[in-house]
């Protein structure tokens, strides 16, 4: 289950905030990229000795290819200090303990602790983490300067520090806050459930748009329901309970190999036409010529339940192209799949439009 490595650090990569990148030389294996996450191992110098954790670097895994650093043996960071009581990665060996915004010691506790509702609060809901910073382009392209906090549940990475993107749209300016929910730590607040995650967003940071997604790294099987994405019908439905708008965004593409993923995603599919119970308005971007329509009659049956919002996108492009964040999904760019890009950024678009 787990490949267990000795390695000594050779050089810092980069850094950005959270996370470490580095060199490493491991025994018998050669040299790798590592990542270390200060906040529990310390930050490995180098000559340091690492255990490492080398099974994603081994299976060849694009988002998570690299050893990870679980400790650094001869020089153990300082013991935590402060209130806390959530732990997060529960009985794995590196369970934390952080302070949730939920919890009885938490100075937010009195906010959240009858909270029920975000006020019609726009939710908007993708099932990949590459979504993020597109529908971040769109929202304010429209109307700049809107307050976005980031919801991360734990489908992808638990660490929200392994997502480059939330830290880079962090520094832009662009995104205002990450909140980390279930099992997922590392945000500037962190919260039990997605729906006390939501309501922090609100009531303690001020969001007036929410984005749920999962972080990098999803895990699908090839079936219609063994793909952690599934969850985008659940937060559908969590921010419907809790009277916010769900925006739905579609997960498109004209790019992909896999014919299940061509058009609009059967995940897509599932999520919103099976899981989510509560109604949402479902963004239909408005794509130019034949795999537009394609687009449109395959999102016509999710009408049944949802209503569906023609959203143009002229003009998205643009956005996209000037975002802080370099744009990709599933290894495709922004010229190798715009259609799949303009689709979430249309989100973003109508997102801003129920605003104004």
């Known amino acids: 289950m787990i490949r267990w490595r000795k390695g ?21 294996d050669g040299a790798a990229r590592a990542l270390a996450y ?11 000795e690492v255990l490492l954790n080398t099974t994603a670097l081994a299976m060849g895994l694009g988002t998570g290819g690299y050893a990870m650093v679980v400790a650094v043996p001869d020089r153990f960071p300082p013991d935590p200090s402060g ?26 506790h009195e906010v959240l602790r009858e909270a029920d509702s975000v006020g019609g609060m726009p939710v908007i809901v993708a099932d990949l983490h ?43 300016g662009a995104l205002s806050a990450v909140v980390t929910v279930g099992q997922a730590f590392g945000g500037d607040l962190e919260a039990v459930t997605l729906h006390t995650g939501l309501l922090a967003a609100r009531l303690v940071l001020d969001a007036e748009v929410a984005i749920v997604a999962q972080g990098p790294g999803n895990l699908g099987t090839g079936t219609r329901w063994g793909f952690s994405g599934v969850s985008a019908g659940e937060a559908v439905n969590a921010a419907s309970v809790l009277a916010g708008r769900p925006v739905a965004s579609l997960r498109v593409s004209e790019a992909d190999a896999r014919e299940r993923h061509r058009g609009i995603s059967h995940h897509s599919l599932t999520a919103y036409g099976r899981v989510a119970l509560a109604r949402a ?38 956005a996209l192209r000037k975002s802080p964040v370099r744009l990709s999904t599933m290894g495709r760019g922004l010229d190798e799949d715009l259609a799949g890009f303009l689709a979430v950024a249309a989100a973003g678009r109508h997102a801003a439009a129920l605003l104004t």
């Open 130 to 172: 590459s979504a993020v910073p597109a529908i971040v382009a769109g929202l304010h392209l429209e109307r700049p300067g809107t307050r976005v906090v980031y919801v991360m549940p734990d489908g992808g990475a638990l660490p929200a520090w392994f997502s480059r993107s939330a830290a880079a749209l962090r520094e832009a």
């Open 281 to 318: 308005q479902v963004v239909v971007p408005e794509l130019p010529g034949d795999f537009g329509a394609r687009v449109v009659a395959e999102a016509s049956p999710l009408g049944e339940r949802h209503e569906l919002v023609r959203v143009p996108v002229e003009g998205l492009e643009e």
């Open 38 to 48: 200060p906040a529990l191992v310390g930050t490995p110098q180098p000559g340091d």
């Open 8 to 28: 000594t650090v050779v050089k810092i990569r980069r850094e950005w905030p959270g996370a470490v990148e580095l060199d490493v030389e491991i025994e018998n």
């Open 83 to 108: 209130p806390g009581h959530l732990v997060k990665a529960r009985y794995t060996p590196l369970q934390a303990t952080v302070l949730g915004a939920d919890e009885q010691d938490s100075p937010h």
